[in-house]
């Protein structure tokens, strides 16, 4: 399967290069480019993508804003991976609670871009998740009491929910647990919809806001 790309970037060089590596990759495609917040959405709109790669900071419409109108507008939207300048900043940490699949360093060398984009594709694992805790740490909201979703998770489901927190795939998690893949498969898809989630990544922050993380 090809995996189709549009590049949201305000600078015409980072897009340049972007594309260049992406390109060079067997199985990977760009279709269209984007210079502004708004541009990303209509462009989307249009070409329907697997992956955008949408820089945080744009004109008109910054990608926060633009993540949150694609996830909104579409009935099958793609997978959003925000690259931006600074690893620990707000702006990322809100475009993940925007719906955002993960985040990439603009510095990112090919072959992390690369993989981040077939990573997200695939939804197997989250990207960074050292990094995620850490701005959970700094910008999370932290309710005051638990959501009622925290309750109805089963253990099972807990410890999914932990382990896909620290970064593990499907596969990895099914060794931790001594079940089959299609166990643990079962089981994330029984945490996403009890946390009301589109991916991993969206699970995860849930779960930091909620409190469900601060013993591990």
Same mark, same amino acid.
């Given at each position: 399967? #090809? !995996?189709?790309?549009?590049?949201?970037?305000?600078? @015409?060089?980072? @897009?340049?290069?972007? @594309?260049?590596?992406? #390109?060079?990759?067997?199985?990977?495609?760009?279709?269209?480019? /984007?210079?502004?917040? /708004?541009e990303a959405v209509s462009v989307v709109r249009e070409l329907a993508p697997d992956v955008v790669l949408m820089d945080v900071?744009?004109?008109?419409?910054?990608?926060?804003?633009?993540?949150?109108? !694609?996830?909104?507008?579409?009935?099958?939207?793609? @997978?959003?991976? +925000?690259?931006?300048?600074?690893?620990?900043? /707000? *702006?990322? *940490?809100? /475009?993940?609670?925007? =719906?955002?699949? =993960?985040?990439?360093?603009?510095?990112?060398?090919?072959?992390?871009?690369?993989?981040?984009?077939?990573? +997200?594709?695939?939804?197997?694992?989250?990207l960074f998740p050292a990094a995620v805790r850490a701005l959970a740490t700094e910008y999370g909201r932290t309710k005051a009491a638990p959501p009622a979703w925290v309750a109805r998770l089963t253990g099972r489901e807990s410890e999914v929910l932990r382990l896909m927190a620290a970064g593990l795939t499907n596969a990895e998690i099914a060794g931790r647990m001594g079940v089959g893949p299609a166990t643990v498969k079962t089981h994330v898809a029984a945490v996403l919809a009890k946390t009301a989630t589109r991916d991993r990544?969206?699970?995860?922050?849930?779960? *930091?806001?909620? =409190?469900?993380?601060k013993d591990v």
């Open positions: 399967m #090809t !995996i189709r790309i549009v590049l949201a970037d305000d600078e @015409r060089m980072v @897009r340049t290069a972007l @594309r260049a590596i992406l #390109t060079a990759e067997p199985g990977l495609e760009v279709v269209g480019e /984007a210079a502004t917040g /708004a900071r744009m004109p008109e419409t910054d990608g926060i804003r633009a993540t949150e109108q !694609i996830l909104a507008t579409l009935p099958d939207p793609p @997978r959003i991976v +925000v690259v931006t300048t600074f690893e620990n900043d /707000a *702006y990322v *940490y809100e /475009a993940l609670r925007a =719906g955002a699949s =993960g985040f990439l360093l603009k510095r990112a060398d090919a072959d992390s871009l690369v993989q981040a984009v077939r990573l +997200v594709v695939h939804s197997d694992s989250l990544t969206q699970a995860v922050i849930a779960a *930091y806001e909620a =409190g469900f993380m």
